[in-house]
């Protein structure tokens, strides 16, 4: 079975923080995505990453920024926490081509900004 | 624009009851389609997908759900439900192409079961 996890199913922070959430996966997918789920708002893809050391911008990458290092592992980065950047951040990763549609989740981070 | 609809925001039935959650979408090509299951605390699960072929496509859980180009229509059902099933349920559709490919979701539809 495919594994994501993600480094903290709760998390709080301040105003301000530089905030990372981290997520690792095991079955060598090529491309892995963070999405914010909020209430009313559903699913919106923040960024997403083909392959090593590539990014690509998804629907509300505004405040965020990502690495990937490795291929196992995707990194979501909130330079200076803000209040509205409270949310469920869920990780993805799925194979190549039209399997891409076909993603395995982790179980979530819970982000408050305070 | 690429969208999709799940009119029903928030659904109860009985258990042992059928049920089916409503998904439209709007894509101007060959959709793929697939339904998620978000189960309280955890992250999405795929529940079935539709590339071509056989219009009624079944998934795990025993779900099942019918392609309905007519009607741009995805929708999911289940002929008994369990209390177990009770979740949170995303349509999407799968757009774009190469690497710009990425899911169009729909707003969930919330399922409660009650005993």
């Known amino acids: 079975d495919v594994k994501v996890t993600q480094s903290s199913r709760y998390l709080v922070k301040r105003t301000g923080e530089k905030v990372f959430l981290e997520c690792v996966q095991d079955m060598d997918h090529e491309n892995m995505f963070w999405y914010r789920q909020d209430p009313g708002l559903g699913l919106r893809l923040i960024y997403f990453?083909?392959?090593?050391?590539?990014?690509e911008k998804g629907d509300i990458p505004e405040g965020y920024s990502v690495s990937r290092e490795k291929k196992e592992r995707f990194s979501l980065i909130l330079e200076s926490a803000s209040t509205n950047q409270t949310s469920m951040y869920l990780c993805?990763?799925?194979?190549?081509?039209?399997?891409?549609?076909?993603?395995?989740f982790g179980p979530g981070t819970r982000l408050t900004v305070t | 624009a690429q969208s999709v609809t799940q009119p029903d925001i928030h659904i109860t039935v009985s258990e042992g009851a059928s049920l089916e959650l409503r998904c439209n979408y709007s894509?101007?090509?060959?959709?793929?389609l697939f339904w998620y299951v978000q189960s309280p605390g955890q992250g999405l699960q795929l529940l079935l997908k539709?590339?071509?072929?056989d219009t009624l496509v079944q998934g795990i859980k025993g779900f099942e759900a019918e392609f309905k180009r007519s009607q741009s229509s995805f929708n999911l059902r289940k002929p008994s439900v369990h209390w177990s099933d009770a979740a949170e349920y995303f349509c999407?559709?799968?757009?774009?192409?190469?690497?710009?490919?990425?899911?169009?979701w729909g707003l969930g539809t919330s399922l409660a079961v009650n005993p």
């Open positions: 539709y590339f071509s072929g």
């Open positions: 990453s083909y392959d090593v050391k590539m990014k």
């Open positions: 894509y101007g090509a060959t959709p793929y």
């Open positions: 993805a990763s799925s194979l190549g081509g039209s399997r891409r549609y076909e993603q395995y």
């Open positions: 999407a559709v799968g757009a774009g192409a190469g690497n710009n490919r990425k899911l169009i």
